[in-house]
């Protein structure tokens, strides 16, 4: 194998550089220095041979009786010494030597040579990287300028990180050779190659580590719902589960606190807040103010998605959170513009369900409330969840009687897709919105309350205090975690 041969399969082999774009480059850096030497490259042809071995460029030439340009025309004589064939107005090709080239051209060649390698290496890394913006990398600081850092990734200095001030999380120092994790979050192209922009305060840096370090949210048993950080300080964070045996809460905390410890370390002592994702807002909302402990959460506005969390005064402070903190990721979390009030606070104003219920439907009744006599899908009712309203039709049940027929026999909950306290809270709207009237005009009670007696009964849910797990007034210990229990009636 040839010199040439070797160097071109090196370029494919150890570079990764495919075949065509090293001949694409070779045949550039010839046709540069052709056109540096004869001031053009238009008849210049570049000529491999099969196995690479060697490389060759022609000058292509018009056969004339008379020449008028020697740059691309040749004289039918001197054509004839290399071919006894040809005829004016044929073309010859004419092999050329490149070292007969001037120093400028061949210097101009190779600087062609060289960026076009340069972008070939920009280009293969791009489309290498392009599709792992989100991922996580590792590498070490190589220096810092400006406040800025720039990463060490380990591929010979082919690709550099860059971690930018405004992207390092506040508490979090660093010196040079010190290991890093971090997200990229873009890819960006320079003069000088391609770089990474790294983030140590987007939130995708702690749900990939959580993935790393928690089983069962890499298996998907246990779902990331959201996440929002304050970088160095706090991060919130809302699972579920599709699972009822898993507590999605306590396979991310883990035993003592186990794996979210590592995570914690990961992040140099950041604080982490795990909680329960609930598609109910007011749930939702109460669960996100952890670790206060919220007494009661009150929807102000929906469609402005504006509440109001009512606390104990011990708890006010906590639930504000340091300079705000807490309540500010808690909305971020849920969406919603949440107010917090202590219970005296409170005192004076009518925030009872049913008032701020039906203030919130007020807004969208005309006088003569005759809307209502028009609703008869899921999909029409005020409040309704569209997933949940979607999810009931793609299965057959779009309209209300059919919702109400089906509600008795348990079948709605074989759903896949639908919680219990999902398909409650629309009877709940049905009861509360539409009325039911016979081929008279007479109202009548809705299909499901025609069994017995009113089930006011059983909307009140009783739930284990260790462990959280729904129990009824017949148990004497907790099916889940056996904890022993009785139940004492409150005297009226």
Same mark, same amino acid.
């Given at each position: 194998?040839?010199?040439?041969?070797?160097?071109?399969?090196?370029?494919?082999?150890?570079?990764?550089?495919?075949?065509?774009?090293?001949?694409?480059? *070779?045949?550039?850096?010839?046709?540069?220095?052709?056109?540096?030497?004869?001031?053009?490259?238009?008849?210049?042809?570049?000529?491999?041979?099969?196995?690479?071995?060697?490389?060759?460029?022609?000058?292509?030439?018009?056969?004339?009786?008379?020449?008028?340009?020697?740059?691309?025309?040749?004289?039918?004589?001197?054509?004839?010494?290399?071919?006894?064939?040809?005829?004016?107005?044929?073309?010859?090709?004419?092999?050329?030597?490149?070292?007969?080239?001037?120093?400028?051209?061949?210097?101009?060649?190779?600087?062609?040579?060289?960026?076009?390698?340069?972008?070939?290496?920009?280009?293969?890394?791009?489309?290498?990287?392009?599709?792992?913006?989100?991922?996580?990398?590792?590498?070490?600081?190589?220096?810092?300028?400006?406040?800025?850092?720039?990463?060490?990734?380990?591929?010979?200095?082919?690709?550099?990180?860059?971690?930018?001030?405004?992207?390092?999380?506040?508490?979090?120092?660093?010196?040079?050779?010190?290991?890093?994790?971090?997200? *990229?979050?873009?890819?960006?192209?320079?003069?000088?190659?391609?770089?990474?922009?790294?983030?140590?305060?987007?939130?995708?840096?702690?749900?990939?580590?959580?993935?790393?370090?928690?089983?069962?949210?890499?298996?998907?048993?246990?779902?990331?719902?959201?996440?929002?950080?304050?970088?160095?300080?706090?991060?919130?964070?809302?699972?579920?589960?599709?699972?009822?045996?898993?507590?999605?809460?306590?396979?991310?905390?883990?035993?003592?606190?186990?794996?979210?410890?590592?995570?914690?370390?990961?992040?140099?002592?950041?604080?982490?807040?795990?909680?329960?994702?609930?598609?109910?807002?007011?749930?939702?909302?109460?669960?996100?103010?952890?670790?206060?402990?919220?007494?009661?959460?009150?929807?102000?506005?929906?469609?402005?998605?504006?509440?109001?969390?009512?606390?104990?005064?011990?708890?006010?402070?906590?639930?504000?959170?340091?300079?705000?903190?807490?309540?500010?990721?808690?909305?971020?979390?849920?969406?919603?513009?949440?107010?917090?009030?202590?219970?005296?606070?409170?005192?004076?104003?009518?925030?009872?369900?049913?008032?701020?219920?039906?203030?919130?439907?007020?807004?969208?009744?005309?006088?003569?409330?005759?809307?209502?006599?028009?609703?008869?899908?899921?999909?029409?009712?005020?409040?309704?969840?569209?997933?949940?309203?979607?999810?009931?039709?793609?299965?057959?049940?779009?309209?209300?009687?059919?919702?109400?027929?089906?509600?008795?026999?348990?079948?709605?909950?074989?759903?896949?897709?639908?919680?219990?306290?999902?398909?409650?809270?629309?009877?709940?709207?049905?009861?509360?919105?539409?009325?039911?009237?016979?081929?008279?005009?007479?109202?009548?009670?809705?299909?499901?309350?025609?069994?017995?007696?009113?089930?006011?009964?059983?909307?009140?849910?009783?739930?284990?205090?260790?462990?959280?797990?729904?129990?009824?007034?017949?148990?004497?210990?907790?099916?889940?975690?056996? *904890?022993?229990?009785?139940?004492?009636?409150?005297?009226?």
């Amino acid at each position: 194998m040839s010199e040439m041969a070797e160097a071109i399969r090196a370029l494919i082999d150890e570079k990764g550089y495919s075949e065509a774009s090293v001949k694409q480059i *070779i045949e550039n850096a010839l046709k540069a220095a052709y056109k540096r030497t004869y001031g053009t490259s238009d008849n210049a042809i570049v000529k491999f041979a099969d196995d690479m071995s060697d490389v060759s460029i022609y000058s292509r030439k018009t056969v004339v009786d008379g020449v008028y340009d020697p740059v691309t025309e040749i004289e039918l004589e001197e054509a004839k010494q290399l071919s006894d064939e040809v005829e004016v107005g044929d073309e010859i090709d004419i092999l050329e030597d490149p070292k007969s080239f001037a120093r400028s051209a061949v210097s101009t060649g190779k600087q062609t040579a060289h960026q076009g390698l340069n972008e070939t290496v920009k280009d293969s890394l791009y489309n290498q990287y392009k599709d792992k913006v989100g991922e996580l990398i590792n590498g070490y600081i190589q220096r810092e300028k400006n406040g800025n850092l720039f990463v060490d990734l380990g591929n010979g200095g082919r690709l550099e990180g860059f971690l930018p001030a405004k992207y390092q999380s506040p508490r979090e120092t660093y010196e040079q050779n010190d290991r890093i994790k971090a997200v *990229i979050v873009e890819i960006k192209k320079t003069n000088t190659g391609l770089q990474l922009v790294l983030s140590r305060s987007d939130p995708r840096l702690v749900e990939i580590t959580m993935e790393l370090e928690i089983p069962e949210i890499a298996d998907g048993t246990v779902k990331i719902e959201k996440c929002v950080r304050d970088a160095g300080y706090r991060t919130k964070m809302a699972v579920s589960t599709t699972r009822e045996d898993v507590d999605p809460v306590g396979a991310c905390v883990g035993t003592k606190g186990a794996r979210i410890q590592t995570v914690i370390r990961e992040l140099l002592g950041e604080k982490i807040d795990v909680l329960r994702y609930d598609p109910n807002p007011a749930e939702f909302i109460k669960n996100a103010l952890s670790p206060a402990q919220v007494d009661r959460v009150v929807i102000l506005d929906e469609a402005k998605r504006q509440a109001l969390a009512i606390v104990e005064e011990s708890q006010f402070s906590l639930a504000i959170g340091k300079q705000g903190q807490n309540v500010r990721l808690a909305n971020r979390l849920c969406d919603w513009s949440i107010d917090v009030k202590t219970q005296e606070q409170c005192e004076g104003m009518d925030l009872s369900e049913k008032a701020t219920t039906q203030a919130a439907l007020n807004l969208f009744k005309n006088d003569d409330s005759e809307q209502d006599e028009d609703i008869t899908t899921i999909a029409e009712l005020s409040g309704v969840d569209e997933r949940v309203a979607d999810i009931l039709k793609a299965n057959g049940i779009e309209d209300i009687v059919q919702f109400m027929e089906t509600y008795d026999n348990g079948s709605l909950e074989k759903i896949e897709g639908l919680k219990k306290e999902e398909i409650d809270a629309v009877y709940n709207l049905i009861k509360e919105n539409v009325e039911f009237v016979d081929e008279d005009g007479k109202e009548v009670a809705p299909v499901a309350q025609e069994k017995t007696e009113p089930e006011h009964q059983e909307e009140e849910k009783y739930y284990c205090p260790e462990c959280g797990a729904e129990i009824t007034l017949d148990m004497d210990h907790c099916p889940k975690c056996g *904890i022993e229990f009785e139940f004492t009636e409150d005297e009226e």
